[in-house]
């Protein structure tokens, strides 16, 4: 069975720091990953997917993640955070062959970033 | 407008009651879904849809039920609402085969069961 894990429940940045929100998964084969964001009394808005290919990927708004197969992590990263960053973050990942295609959704984290 | 909407958005209603959640997308989507979400839980997954004629059920699917109407519309039903099920609840929609795409959600629907 496929899982997320965000071991973050909450993370802490200053404006204008570099800010990360972590996570790791666990699938059968290859990953389909993503990242997505939650303003408050909003959907879940799409940031950026990892299919294959470059390990670095770069999404909306200044965001990007990296890949890492060996140790099974997705990580979110901004160089430079806005207060207006602030929301919850959530990590997915589904199998690229086999099963149903459904997406695992991590528990998301809450990214608080102070003027 | 929305490309994927929810009525109602808020909705609160009494233990024992019928309430039904309903999801529209413009998107042309054939794949549409139902999750919840809960503080702490993230998103968990009710049942899903890859087509008209296409029904089956995620994670925690008892107490509800879904009808997949038209390839623009998909239901949700509580048949006999209870407090456990006071979430909120949001339609998404994927275009595609095999998983490589990613989601568009609604706005969400809070429930509240008195």
């Known amino acids: 069975a496929q899982s997320v894990a965000q071991p973050e429940d909450q993370v802490n940045v200053a404006e204008g720091n570099p800010l990360t929100v972590k996570c790791t998964y666990s699938v059968s084969g290859n990953p389909y990953l993503f990242w997505y964001v939650q303003y408050p009394n909003r959907g879940l808005q799409f940031l950026l997917k990892?299919?294959?290919?470059?390990?670095l990927v770069k999404g909306s708004y200044g965001f990007e993640a990296e890949f890492n197969k060996s140790q099974t992590s997705f990580h979110l990263k901004k160089p430079s955070a806005l207060v207006s960053d602030s929301a919850l973050y959530f990590c997915?990942?589904?199998?690229?062959?086999?099963?149903?295609?459904?997406?695992?959704f991590g528990r998301g984290t809450s990214l608080i970033v102070h003027p | 407008d929305a490309d994927v909407t929810q009525t109602p958005r808020n909705r609160i209603t009494k233990t024992g009651k019928r309430i039904m959640l309903e999801c529209s997308q413009t998107k042309g989507h054939d794949r549409m879904y139902w999750y919840r979400q809960d503080p702490g839980l993230g998103l968990r997954l009710i049942y899903y849809?890859?087509?008209?004629?296409?029904?089956n059920k995620g994670e925690i699917s008892d107490g509800y039920s879904v009808s997949r109407q038209a390839q623009a519309k998909f239901s949700l039903s509580l048949e006999s609402a209870i407090p456990n099920q006071t979430a909120l609840y949001f339609c998404?929609?994927?275009?595609?085969?095999?998983?490589?795409?990613?989601?568009?959600f609604g706005p969400g629907t809070r429930l509240t069961v008195l």
């Open positions: 997915a990942v589904s199998p690229s062959s086999g099963g149903s295609y459904i997406p695992t």
């Open positions: 849809s890859f087509d008209v004629k296409d029904i």
């Open positions: 990892y299919i294959t290919g470059d390990n």
């Open positions: 998404a929609t994927m275009t595609g085969t095999g998983a490589l795409n990613e989601q568009f």
